[in-house]
C-alpha cells in the first residue's frame, strides 16, 4: 500500500481551509488555457478574489472534507 505524499496532504488542507472560510467560490475547468492568459486573469483579480490552482482528485477530497456537495 502506498502512502499519500505530504505535499498533497497540506494541499488538501489548504484547500479545505478556503472552502470553508469564503463564502462564494468557483470552480472551473481550465485545461487548455495559456499561461499569458492566466497571468492576465490572476492580475484581473487581483485584491479582490483568490486563484488557486489544484489536480481534480485533490479538490474532490478538499470538497468531500469540507462537506461541500454539487
Do not use: F, W, Y
Amino acid at each position: 500500500m502506498s502512502t499519500i505524499a505530504p505535499r498533497k496532504l497540506e494541499t488538501v488542507a489548504r484547500l479545505v481551509e478556503n472552502l470553508e472560510s469564503h463564502k462564494t467560490i468557483g470552480i472551473v475547468s481550465a485545461g487548455g488555457i495559456g499561461a499569458k492568459t492566466v497571468q492576465t486573469l490572476r492580475a484581473d483579480l487581483r485584491g479582490r478574489a483568490k486563484m488557486i490552482v489544484a489536480k481534480n482528485t485533490l479538490m474532490k477530497k478538499a470538497l468531500e472534507q469540507a462537506k461541500i456537495e454539487n
